[in-house]
């Protein structure tokens, strides 16, 4: 995973609310086996609208989108964030986010912030005219007015994108732990192994 | 932090039972008991073990079960060999899950065999999925597996990758969401109009970061299929996972099958299921409570599965929505769903029916269906109506009990298991611009297909629409 440390630049004003993955990227883009090349499917439902802002020149090559509340809502499908990943969008900010799409997004180095519907809004206006900037170390998003918005994110997540760690290495280090708690689960619930094979 | 003897909820005692680590910076190292994988979001994951060198570590906790690309009409000639998939993407998909999973030692469920299906029905069927155990798939719709008291999420490809290899996910504990339904389900509502009526409460973000637990009496009452359907649908309000107290109606269902514990471990496991309830007094972050009498039979205008109404109501006008972001939503909504605020839901046409998914496929789905599809007959208006069981033995358990000739005499058509109509990966598709009553979860723009309009109802709800040809309500046919 490629580290993250701030991301600058032109943000797609798109702002509306329960942008679901199977909008993201349709299911019938979904028969790939690898994860590469999806970014030219990515919002085909909104690309097909008259004037949508994710074609707009104006904005080609965004870093960052802005979108309503319940973002990535649906399917699990990390599909979805292998195609914003594939157009080049590195952070994407919203009132709030699907807990298993922040997740795949997370996972392929995008950022998601988290700020309430005020700021999303105002943060909409100035990405019409100005590039936007975010600062992951800080927790901040900035413009060039001034605006300076502070963001939450899970400090495990934080360590990860400001390192480009690779998680499962991270867990494939505590194995101990994870044989004692097979061990464990032996002695406590047997069933739970014995019974997963059919007899 | 609570104390050790603090009241817990379900969903604290599952969580608590499987920390491998607590660590520092709040997340923790949480084991999974049960592995469902299927052939769409695998293939990414096998290949990135494959590139590390890496194994899966417990392929016995690991179970492979293709669905979402399988196509839902004949698979086999006369003398039982595979015939070929027309799709070349959708073939490969499935190749990919026949090699990968004996490459890794996984056992695989394929298509030819009897009890294939869709993962979230196969799961609880075999008996793979047991209270108090932590269940993922590369698949939103885990949240299914709660029915039976076990912690299932859906995860990403990342995800599954790290599940294959390390049996465990590195996670922060979600909030807990009570939501209590009380009281008598009216004539003609079902565990479907439950959970659209739950989603419509809560709506399409109200549980994102919660993990629901559903209680109340609505809940004892419900059969696991009922149960399965609701916690099924709790993505749909955005928690991650739904739960529903193991109680004796669980061990009954469990009881015997392929996979559920036998002898003295049966007895033993039934014994700790019966410590997972929540404790009285136990603290809920959030609770909603609704009563079952306000719940009508439920149908959706929108492309949002909270965009629910009930089927004697009308469509309801954007004007009316004060948040400006969701009138502009509502506004493109009817759009695209072609139709117009005030319109009477009974009076909406539908050019397909599809009776089957996750959601609606097992066999009480398929009784209700039958009960109003019998001695009927599909409207002449009606394009195709689908009837898809969930696996091979729902498959079975129906042609057994004859329901398969019943919806066959009424017009319908009896397809082989799978995800089918539910969300356009396979050849069974609603095509742009027509309308679908479907028992399934999502009515998502093209979700059933690129300009596909999509109506969520009951199974016999979507029964009394093929029948008539507009959706209908259901308490007409009693």
Known sequence: MRPIDTIEGK????GRPNIDTDVIIAAHHLKTITREGLGRFAFETIRAEPGNVLDDPAYAGAPILIAGDNYGCGSSREHAAWAMADMGLRAVIAPSFSDIHAGNAFKNGILTVVLPQAQVDRLLEVAKEFPIAIDLESQ?????????????IDPFRKECLLKGLDEIGITLAMDDAITAHEAKMRVETPWVEGAARAA | MTSANAPRTLYQKIWDAHVVQQRDDGTALLYIDRHLVHEVTSPQAFDGLAATGRTVRRPDLTLAVPDHNIPTTARADAVGHRLPIADPQSAAQLDALRRNAPAFGIELIDDLAAEQGIVHVVGPEQGFTLPGTTVV?????TASHGALGALGFGIGTSEVEHVLATQTL???????????VDGQLGPGVTPKDVALAIVARLTAAGGAGYVAEYTGSVFRAMSIEGRLTVCNMSIEAGAR???????????AYLEGRPRSPKGADWDRAVAYWRTLASDPGAVYDKT??????TIAPLVTWGTSPDDVVAITGIVPDPA?????????????SLTYMGLIAGQRMQDVAVDRIFIGSCTNSRIEDLRAAAAVARGRHVASGVKQALVVPGS???KRQAEAEGLDRIFIEAGFEWREPGCSMCLAMNPDKVPAGERCASTSNRNFVGRQGPGSRTHLLSPAMAAAAAVTGRLTDVREFA
């Not at chain 1, 901040?140 to 939450?152: G, I, K, L, M, W």
């Not at chain 2, 798939?137 to 719709?141: A, E």
């Not at chain 2, 909603?288 to 009498?293: E, F, L, P, Q």
């Not at chain 2, 009316?320 to 493109?332: H, Q, S, V």
């Open chain 1, 11 to 14: 943000a797609y004003p798109l």
């Open chain 1, 140 to 152: 901040t998003v900035t413009t060039p007015y001034q605006d300076r918005f502070r963001f939450e």
């Open chain 2, 137 to 141: 798939c590369g698949d939103s719709h």
């Open chain 2, 170 to 180: 590195l996670l922060k504990r979600s909030k807990s969401l009570e939501v209590r």
């Open chain 2, 241 to 251: 996972a739904g739960l529903v107290a193991p109680d004796d109606s669980t061990f």
């Open chain 2, 288 to 293: 909603v409570v609704i009563d079952a009498a």
């Open chain 2, 320 to 332: 009316a929505f004060d948040d400006p972001a969701r009138r502009a939503a509502a506004e493109k």
């Open chain 2, 392 to 394: 091979g033995l729902v």
